[in-house]
C-alpha cells in the first residue's frame, strides 16, 4: 500500500529560526496537502498543492509539490512560539482508489 | 461559516457495544471522509462518501461502515467494539473544484474510549 516517510520526526529550535519538514513517497499523487494539529484538535489545513512543479506560500509558509510527484517540502520562516504543533503532510489519490494518506506527523518545539 | 461539525465531542464505550458518530460537512461541500488516529500517529483513512455513494474505503474491517444522508451529513458506525478502537475519530468535507482540485477540511473528531 502507499506509505509516507515523513521527516524529521521532531524538531526543537529557538524562536526565529527557520524550520524546514519533508514527505516523500513510493507513490504518485494528484496532490499534496499540509495540516497542523494542535492536541486535542483536528488537523488544520495549511496549504494545498495540486501541481508538481507547484511552490505556493501562505504567509510565513512555503510549500513545494516535487517535480516527480513523489515527494513535497515545508519550510516556516522566522518561526514563534505559536508554531509549536504537529505538522502532517498528506498525499491524495483519486480515481477508482480514492484515498489521503497522512505521514506520520512532525512534532515541532519553538523555544522563545 | 460554520466549518465541519461532529458529534459527539466525547464518548466512552464498553468492549462488545455498537457506536454511532455523526458528521455535518461544510455547506456546499458533497463529500466526506471518516478517518481514525490513534495517538502518536497520523490520521488513517476508513471511507469517503460522494453524493451518497462509497467513494474510497481503507483498510478496516466490517465492522466499520459509513453512509451519507441527502443532506450530505454522515454517520459512521462501528460494532463489536474492540478496546484497539479507541482513538480520535475525524470526519472530513471536501468539494471538486472546476479543475478536479480538492482539499479537505476537518472538523474537531469524536474521541472513542473503549472500557
Known amino acids: 500500500g502507499q506509505q509516507l516517510n515523513q521527516s524529521p520526526q521532531s524538531m526543537f529550535i529557538q524562536e526565529g529560526e527557520d524550520v524546514s519538514m519533508n514527505c516523500t513517497s513510493s507513490?504518485?499523487?494528484?496532490?499534496w496537502l499540509w495540516y497542523k494539529q494542535d492536541p486535542g484538535e483536528g488537523p488544520v489545513l495549511l496549504i494545498a498543492?495540486?501541481?508538481?512543479?507547484e511552490l505556493t506560500s501562505n504567509g510565513r509558509l512555503t510549500a513545494q509539490f516535487g517535480i516527480t510527484r513523489k515527494d513535497s517540502f515545508l519550510n516556516i520562516s522566522a518561526s514563534i512560539p505559536s508554531d509549536v504543533g504537529i505538522y502532517f503532510c498528506?498525499?491524495?489519490?483519486?480515481?477508482?482508489?480514492?484515498?489521503?494518506?497522512f505521514g506520520k506527523g512532525t512534532l515541532l518545539t519553538v523555544n522563545p | 461559516d460554520a466549518g465541519v461539525t461532529q458529534s459527539p465531542t466525547h464518548l466512552i464505550k464498553t468492549r462488545g457495544q455498537h457506536v454511532t458518530l455523526r458528521c455535518s460537512p461544510i455547506?456546499?461541500?458533497?463529500?466526506v471522509s471518516w478517518y481514525q488516529q490513534v495517538l502518536g500517529q497520523g490520521p488513517q483513512f476508513i471511507f469517503q462518501?460522494?453524493?451518497?455513494?462509497?467513494?474510497g474505503r481503507g483498510n478496516f474491517p466490517d465492522r466499520f461502515s459509513a453512509r451519507q444522508f441527502p443532506n450530505y451529513s454522515s454517520e459512521l458506525n462501528v460494532n463489536a467494539l474492540l478496546l484497539g478502537d479507541s482513538a480520535l475519530y475525524l470526519c472530513?468535507?471536501?468539494?471538486?473544484?472546476?479543475?478536479?482540485?480538492?482539499?479537505?477540511?476537518f472538523g474537531p473528531g469524536t474521541r472513542l474510549l473503549v472500557l
Open positions: 472530513a468535507s471536501s468539494f471538486q473544484m472546476t479543475g478536479g482540485e480538492e482539499t479537505q477540511y
Open positions: 507513490s504518485i499523487f494528484n496532490t
Open positions: 498543492l495540486y501541481k508538481a512543479g
Open positions: 498528506a498525499g491524495l489519490s483519486g480515481g477508482s482508489n480514492y484515498k489521503l494518506t
Open positions: 455547506s456546499g461541500h458533497k463529500s
Open positions: 462518501y460522494y453524493e451518497k455513494e462509497e467513494r
